[in-house]
């Protein structure tokens, strides 16, 4: 590639968390950040298989972008986030059993991340194994505290407990918080809370606007 | 007359009680990203239907003839994106050659459906749940209806949010998410009309 980019990691895992945080700045992959999220449990075990799944993608990427037809290149990205994914979902089958019989469609959905494919194809496709790597590692990470801070309100306000410990004993929780009106909720509140933050301290034009997909 | 009766159950529990947007948060991206007019709603779920029929009959005979009998059930998820993949990439084709006029109608969406995650969880369910290809038809067709609702619904209101006064942090998409909460809220209603 022509123009190789110096990147430092720590800068990379840093843009992943914040200034490309996958779920309140890109809003993309938004499904499994409401669909999952009822319970802090589920959400760090879907936080992480994203960011497993992630991080291999963008390393096997990165690592076969020398041998690689530049015309068949996304069939192929297609197929290693495919193959992957299958990965983690026998893997979770296999060993987080209760959380998998309540999100397994999900997990297998990942396969249809744009995050993923966005990843591997700006970043994995033009850059060395160890950036691509933490870069991976940064965007999972990013996606991750996402829909741990949204799981974590939820929990705890539609349940009172968070992991599934009682907290907040003897008050009645909002049911609400844990129907899907509530991951709605929580999402949009949420992402209009950073937006705030963006705008009032750093004069920023408050992102996750109009963008979809 | 019970079979009929099963598959009219499937397909309202499919649009309205398990409806795709609102009760399996599937197809959020596109959801948030096309439900701006509601012409543009209506060739999505006109695309999206089709595309959910053919795909959902595709692999339903794919999985059915070739893997089971195989034993590869495991590689559903590369086969199933493999399937869905070249068939909207072919529809693609063929409709640019055969009918140009439907293709600056309806082809535009085909590209943004090829990898969606609504279009691949209607074969996965599928299989899950072991419908028979009756069955598997009457859920796409369900599922994709179900989505064109809620397209339709949600472009309709936000053709009048345009004109609201909205503070700066939530304009465009966290006033979406919340509206759709309230859609959400509503379709909860649903969930008592069928017990399967």
């Given amino acids: 590639m022509s123009h190789e980019h110096q990147y430092s990691n720590w800068q990379l895992i840093k843009d992943g968390l914040f200034k490309e945080n996958t779920i309140f700045r890109l809003a993309i992959s938004l499904c499994p950040a409401i669909a999952v999220t009822n319970g802090l449990k589920n959400g760090v075990y879907m936080g992480l298989a994203v960011m497993f799944v992630q991080v291999m993608v963008n390393v096997t990427v990165s690592s076969i972008k020398n041998f690689l037809n530049p015309l068949v290149r996304i069939p192929v990205f297609m197929l290693i986030i495919s193959g992957w994914v299958s990965v983690t979902d026998m893997v979770m089958a296999a060993y987080a059993r209760d959380v998998y019989r309540q999100m397994g469609l999900y997990i297998q959905l990942i396969v249809a991340f744009a995050s993923i494919l966005v990843m591997a194809e700006m970043f994995a496709s033009k850059n060395k194994v160890v950036p691509s790597f933490f870069n991976g590692l940064g965007s999972g990470l990013g996606f991750m505290v996402a829909l741990v801070v949204i799981s974590f309100f939820r929990e705890l306000l539609g349940r009172g407990s968070l992991w599934g410990f009682e907290i907040a004993g003897g008050s009645k929780p909002l049911l609400i918080m844990l129907l899907p009106t509530g991951g709605f909720f929580a999402v949009g509140i949420l992402m209009g809370f950073f937006n705030w933050i963006d705008i009032r301290f750093y004069g920023g034009k408050g992102a996750g606007g109009a963008s979809g997909h | ?196």
């Fill in chain 2, 1 to 196: 007359m019970s079979d009929f009766g099963s598959l009219i159950e499937l397909f309202v529990a499919a649009s309205l009680i398990n409806n795709f947007v609102f009760t399996r948060f599937l197809g959020l991206c596109i959801f948030f990203g096309v439900s701006k007019k509601v012409e543009t709603a209506v060739g999505m779920t006109i695309t999206f239907t089709a595309v959910m029929i053919i795909s959902s009959a595709l692999s339903w005979l794919i999985y059915t003839y070739a893997m089971i009998p195989l034993d590869i059930t495991f590689l559903k998820i590369v086969v199933f994106i493999g399937i869905v993949a070249a068939f909207v990439q072919s529809a693609d084709i063929i409709m640019r050659k055969i009918s140009p006029g439907l293709y600056y109608k309806l082809g535009v969406y085909l590209a943004l459906i090829a990898t969606n995650c609504i279009i691949l969880a209607v074969p996965l369910i599928n299989a899950a749940e072991g419908y028979s290809l009756i069955k598997s038809l009457v859920f796409g067709l369900g599922s994709g209806l179900g989505f064109g609702l809620a397209l339709v619904i949600m472009a309709s209101i936000r053709e009048k949010l345009e004109l609201a006064q909205v503070p700066r942090p939530f304009q465009g998409l966290p006033l979406a998410f919340v509206t759709t909460g309230l859609i959400a809220l509503a379709f909860t209603g649903f969930s008592g009309l069928i017990t399967l």
